[in-house]
């Protein structure tokens, strides 16, 4: 059974920076993407990044490239989120899945991910 957990959330003030960890376990394939996905209030969950167990290749949403860095250390199962110059509209729970890898193909949409871990609360404060 795959298992997920997010945590390093908390409060951070615009331009501020949060590393948010997902430990995971339960994988019998080498090959799966891990996604970070955020889901505002009243707004419907949308992707922020990826990357592949088996290259380590990234893939980020437009809204988040260039100011947050996904990370993966393998002895560890776990895949970090380094988030900078954060903004207001960053402010969400965080969420990471996990996903069937397909070679050369990145998808940031929350139905391609099959495990969930719980969420992780971000509140970026101006």
């Known amino acids: 059974e795959v298992q997920l957990q997010a945590s390093g959330g908390g409060l951070v003030q615009v331009g501020g920076s949060l590393r948010l960890s997902c430990a995971f376990s339960?994988?019998?394939?080498?090959?799966?993407?891990i996604g970070w996905f955020r889901q505002a209030p009243g707004k419907e969950r949308e992707g922020v990044s990826c990357?592949?167990?088996?290259?380590?290749?990234?893939y980020y949403a437009d809204s988040v490239k260039g100011r947050f860095t996904i990370s993966s250390d393998n002895s560890k199962n776990t895949v970090y989120l380094q988030m900078s110059s954060l903004k207001t509209e960053d402010t969400a729970v965080y969420y990471c899945?996990?996903?069937?890898?397909?070679?050369?193909?990145?998808?940031?949409?929350?139905?391609?991910?099959?495990?969930w871990g719980q969420g992780t609360q971000v509140t970026v404060s101006s």
């Open positions: 990357i592949k167990s088996s290259d380590g290749s990234t």
């Open positions: 899945a996990a996903g069937f890898s397909t070679p050369k193909y990145y998808t940031l949409a929350p139905y391609e991910y099959d495990d």
């Open positions: 339960g994988f019998t394939d080498d090959d799966y993407d």
